[in-house]
């Protein structure tokens, strides 16, 4: 039921970033890349959060049950993450003109990705499944700590090509109402999209033991 | 908290701090046209456009230009290529070159757009 309507909301805001958005200033329609790249951006951000928060519940229960949905949690925010660096340089290509020149916002990302991937590399090193989640909790807790840094607050101290964050330091929106509701409408379905694929893979795990 | 703890982390932080510092620079691969002076390899420079004039050369095949930089030294840029979309509406330019002759020559120009998710219509704005 849940996966039908989604389905149709997924629907509706490719529909709608296609039909409803207006050509932007300057970015003309390559905008519509913004409602792929904004989405699974927050999406991962909030995959690693969440993976934290189940680290810090299995350090203080020592159920295995945290430890598999962090894992799984870390792992979709890695994907997560990975597509928003794609989609970032397939953006950059046709807004910037380069796919890849290592500013600030790219190496910052890319510090991301490593930080998680060795995180994934860190579990399949270790065979003892209390030792696995003891440990995957930890880096986790910490990882999840350079996130605000990586994601929020390093970028906004250099010159980045990147455009400035939709909340700008004015704390004003400067977006076009039709596209802010849009955008908001693809965050939404990319959240959604994100918590059926987490109780999909749990579900499955929870199965095969 | 075990104090073996407390240690560990104390020491973690230290190390993110001391990775921070000297990781400073590394953060970002744009340097100002002094530093770009000095250095022998391929930089990037970015700053914005001086004059609305851009200098196409070698029958419409290169651009030139001045670009101001963040400390407010200006430096004269030459492309030879076709002028990228949107160069003179950029709200930043960086080139991506080295220094030759006191001119600063571009193997590649990137802009960054202005920051504005507004119409490029109008006519659907309120905020």
Known sequence: MVKIAL??????????????????EGLGYLVRIAFFHIPVAWVAVLAFFLSAGWSVQYLRTREIQYDRKSAVAAALGLL?????????????????????NWDPRQTTIFILLLIYGAY???????????????ISAVYALLSSLTVPFLVFIIPRFYFSLHP???LNKVGKLEMNVVMLYVLLAAVGACTVLFWQLFECIVHNKQRSV | MKKRHVIGIGIIAIVIIFCAVSLKNSLTPYVTFA??????????????LVSEQMVMTDGG?????????????EAIIVYKGTKPDGLEQAASIVAIGKYQNNQF????????CPSKYQSSQGSVNNK
């Open chain 1, 7 to 24: 389905g149709l909301w997924i629907s509706g805001v490719v529909y709608a970033v296609f039909s409803m958005v207006p050509a932007v």
């Open chain 1, 80 to 100: 997560f993450c990975l597509l928003a660096t794609i989609s970032g340089a397939i953006f950059a290509k046709l807004t910037w003109g380069a796919y890849w």
């Open chain 1, 120 to 134: 994934l590399v860190l579990r399949a090193s270790i065979q003892d499944e209390e030792e696995r989640a003891r």
């Open chain 1, 164 to 166: 400035e964050p939709v």
């Open chain 2, 35 to 48: 530093q770009a002076k000095t250095i022998s390899g391929s930089v990037q420079v970015r700053g914005v």
């Open chain 2, 61 to 73: 095949k290169a651009v030139k230009f001045k670009l101001l930089d963040e400390n407010g030294q």
């Open chain 2, 105 to 112: 020559v571009a193997e590649k120009l990137l802009v960054k």
